[in-house]
């Protein structure tokens, strides 16, 4: 190959690949726009003979009248069948979920890691006490 020719064919490529960077976007639900869910926090206490849950939540990510979906979705998929599952609303801005999971699922460890993936980006790194019915 001739060098006129290969310089001529690098030109090409170089003029393709060199663009300007898009402008940041204004639609709200594109990732230019997320905003950080500080402040996020949750607790939980679970019951190892029965596999009762009960997971309170707090700041922003218990806030956005979601009703616990993004906690339920990481719990299904973290553990498999959720059973039981309530979630409500306290006059404080938490939330509360109760739910028990199936036998061979990987308690409290599944809990804990549904707990983090559904709080991120802050994600609340949590342990699971044993202590639900004193």
Partial sequence: MKFSTLLAVTSAIAAHTVAAAPAAS?????????????????????????????VIIWGPWAQDNSWGRGLLDNLRGQCGWIGNWTFNYRSDGSGVATFNIPPAANRPKCVQDAIWLASGPTNVGISCTGNLYP
């Fill in 26 to 54: 204004t639609d709200p639900t594109t990732v230019d726009n997320l905003q950080e869910r500080a402040n996020n926090g949750a607790n939980c206490k679970y019951d190892n003979w029965s596999r009762d849950f009960k």
